[in-house]
């Protein structure tokens, strides 16, 4: 296997509508690798349809993307993304909901007036943003707003009033839940009790909300623009509307369908004008059509409407697939089960029938997943020819989703290229290649093997690692053996050995160490407490002997290429120093933004985007300071009554006494603590770290996030360059107020909470 470099991207600003079931990706990554491996014009299959962004993305990059799906809310969401109507389609269509006759109102004044509240303060009458419930409660116990009259805002306790409105409300609830009801199953229909179970997820007045907008639809004479447009709006409010906003927020990104103990009631009609917002910041024309039509060689989408394996295999004959790209899915019986009641919402039931399943499943769980996975993969290799690359992309990753996706390729005959993970937090970024269709025969999986290439990662990183990596270093080992699954198994016994095969790797060898409060497997660190000492032969995995140098901690190394990165490309965007770096610390090795941005911060300026190396920290001023410095502890040391010689090329300075040493100091311009303590030679008690003051936040990021690091760093002082200068400057200085002071020199804590990966 060759370790690709992970890809870097940009976050979306926006990351548009329905955005918390959305797979999140950054911009950039696709375009960057598509060219890589086949010609713009070319014809790319998405056989997901998980992410508009990236079908988006690709075809603006000038690829034919033929994009398979089967969800008619994501089908939706990829057309809209692709041609969206104008703002002024979107505005006219949300004037024209707006002004439709309710009795004597008009229904936008009438839905707004669901949201009035009285301000605590003034007493006027304004709306809430939102309400705020507890599980099972029959009214709200407090309100959300900003009043525009006296500016009071915040949480306040809900009043007699929003209590006795919401039971009001209530109280005819049954003829709209019964509608909403209706729109999506017959009365006979079997699934109806689902749908019913899915529509429990929708209080009194956001479902009289929907159901009120949503039964004017068609008696509303709008152009198709329009009613494209209003769907995508009711869409944001129908997403809204329901009760999985947990308060206060802890879970973001909803899987399941559980109502929260405390949660958000938000004020639709809000929500319907921040739509239009989030839905105009998406506006870009690409060309789109349905298969089989054909599109042009400047790119486009081509959308087939179904499942993956209802895609002919004439496909391989009428368009060569160069290239496979895709956001792998992973089970959401939230978005899953929601799309389908909205499908009805928004279209009626003939839109829900196909998706209809999608009611009914109830659970989705990893063996499940790899199952479907694997009926995916395996179509999906009949459409290709020999070779085609496919780049999948896996976000939010854990361990089990890692082995499913990993598990169900394999078995469908792709051979694995590269597997690039940053953090838990990015999605890893994988490359196959459809194989040979040889079916091969599994072999046995070997745990010597898993534990070899666990502590072969451990060597490379020469730092502990998550539990997520060592997982993903035991899998490919399997991958590479073809032991991830013998072939009578099912998924779900081939998961569950596969877990339990890299567990019993970890904990039955004593070279591996656990850094973790709590007693499970997959929390916190592993790192090994028999590393390769520094400057040892060693041959790494790929076959390469490494100098000493390899023995550095990951975090060590990547402040060197940072460091030596910006010297020679002063004023860089954050962007090019991840394009530098990533190819440097392949696959399993990528350093995570938060490393790279520590080492920035401790060395770099930034203006206006770009950084650059702070004046004291330009190569030759930097080395004028360590000769300074060593001049210092040269001073200090005779006013102690020491005698300093130097080791070492002039790092370590040793104070010594009768011929006895007495203190050693080690001087580093950098953070590299761990090559520092590793280097010296004296006991721990008696050696002292000397550090830039501007290297004591990198050193404590690097303290922070590696518990052995931390522990050694323990045993040895550091002290600033600030601490001599003080020093030198006493009028009495004897031996004892020298010890005091300098065990009074802390690292300050690293600053920034991001700074925790
Ligand atoms: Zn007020």
Not at 303 to 317: A, H, N, S, T, Y
Not at 318 to 333: C, W
């Amino acid at each position: 296997m060759d370790y690709q470099a992970y890809i870097p991207g940009l976050s979306p600003v926006e990351p548009g509508p329905l955005a918390r079931f959305m797979p999140p990706l950054e911009d950039g990554v696709i375009s960057a690798w598509l060219p890589l491996h086949a010609p713009p014009g070319s014809w790319v299959l998405d056989p997901f349809g998980f992410s508009r962004r990236l079908a988006l993305e690709a075809a603006r990059a000038g690829y034919r993307v033929l994009v398979t799906v089967n969800n008619p809310i994501t089908r939706f969401l990829l057309e809209m993304s692709a041609q969206p109507p104008s703002e002024t389609d979107f505005k006219a269509a949300l004037a024209d909901i707006s002004a439709v006759k309710k009795g004597e109102e008009r229904l936008g004044a009438h839905l707004q007036s669901l949201y009035l509240t009285t301000c605590e303060k003034c007493g006027s009458e304004i709306y809430a943003e939102s309400f705020l419930w507890r599980r099972g409660e029959n009214a709200p116990y407090a309100r959300v707003y900003t009043c525009p009259n006296c500016e009071d805002s915040g949480e306040r306790v809900a009043t007699p009033q929003d209590i006795e409105k919401a039971k009001r409300i209530a109280g005819t609830d049954n003829l709209h839940r019964s509608r909403a009801l209706e729109r999506v199953t017959a009365l006979e229909d079997e699934d109806r009790v689902y749908a019913e179970e899915a529509i429990a997820h929708y209080l009194p007045r956001p479902l009289y909300f929907l159901t009120t907008i949503i039964n004017r639809l068609d008696s509303l004479n709008l152009t198709p623009e329009r009613r494209r447009a209003l769907n995508a709006l009711i869409l944001v409010a129908c997403d809204a509307g329901n009760t999985l906003w947990d308060h206060p927020s802890e879970r973001p990104r909803p899987k399941q369908l559980n109502i929260p103990s405390q949660f958000r009631e938000h004020n639709l009609w809000i929500q319907l004008e921040r739509g239009l917002s989030q839905w105009t910041e998406t506006g870009a024309g690409v060309r789109l059509d349905t298969w089989p039509n054909e599109l042009p060689e400047s790119g486009g989408i081509c959308i087939f409407e179904g499942r993956l394996q209802d895609l002919p295999d004439e496909v391989k004959k009428q368009i060569p697939i160069k290239a496979v790209i895709g956001s792998l899915p992973r089970p959401n019986q939230a978005f899953w089960t929601l799309s389908a009641l909205w499908a009805g919402w928004l279209w009626g039931r003939e839109a829900v029938e196909p998706y209809k399943r999608a009611l009914r499943r109830r659970r989705y769980d990893w063996a499940w997943n790899a199952t479907a996975l694997n009926a995916a993969f395996t179509h999906l290799f009949g459409l290709l020819h020999l070779g085609t690359p496919v780049f999948g992309l896996l976000s939010e990753p854990e361990p089990a989703s890692l082995t499913s996706v990993l598990m169900a390729a394999s078995a469908a005959g792709f051979d694995l290229g590269s597997l690039a993970l940053r953090t838990q937090h990015d999605p890893i970024q994988l490359l196959w290649t459809s194989g040979e269709h040889l079916r091969r025969q599994p072999n046995e999986a070997n745990v010597e093997e898993v534990r070899e290439a666990i502590y072969s990662h451990l060597v490379e990183r020469g730092e502990p690692a998550s539990y997520l990596h060592v997982h993903a270093a035991g899998l490919i080992a399997l991958v590479k053996s073809h032991a991830l699954k013998q072939r009578d198994q099912e998924f779900d016994e081939a998961l569950r050995g596969t877990h339990t095969l890299i567990q019993s790797a970890l904990e039955d060898d004593p070279r591996f160490v656990h850094y973790s409060n709590g007693e499970s497997v997959d929390t916190g660190l592993w790192g090994s407490n028999d590393l390769p000492a520094r400057g040892a032969a060693h041959t790494c995995p790929g076959g390469r002997r490494q100098g000493s140098r390899h023995y550095d901690s990951l975090s060590d190394r990547v402040e060197i290429a940072v460091v030596t990165f910006l010297q020679k490309n002063p004023e860089s965007i954050f962007l090019d120093v991840e394009q530098d770096i990533y190819p440097r610390f392949p696959g399993l090795l990528t350093p995570s933004r938060a490393m790279i941005y520590s080492v920035l911060a401790s060395y770099a300026e930034k203006e206006g985007g770009e950084w650059k190396l702070r004046a004291e920290d330009v190569a030759s001023v930097r080395r004028s300071e360590l000769s300074n410095i060593a001049g210092l502890i040269d001073a200090i040391g005779r006013r102690l009554g020491y005698a300093t010689r130097t080791r070492r090329q002039d790092r370590i300075y040793v104070w010594e006494q009768n011929g006895n040493v007495e203190r050693t100091f080690y001087i580093l311009a950098s953070a590299l603590i761990g090559r520092a303590i590793s280097e010296t030679p004296f006991p721990p008690e008696k050696t002292i770290i000397v550090i830039p003051g501007g290297r004591a936040s990198l050193a404590a990021y690097k303290a922070q996030r590696d518990p052995s690091l931390a522990e050694r760093m323990k045993r040895h002082q550091v002290v600033k360059y600030r601490l001599l200068r003080t020093l030198i400057e006493l009028p009495v200085l004897t031996r004892e107020t020298f010890e005091e002071q300098v065990a009074g020199d802390p690292l300050e804590k690293s600053k920034s909470q991001m700074m925790m990966f």
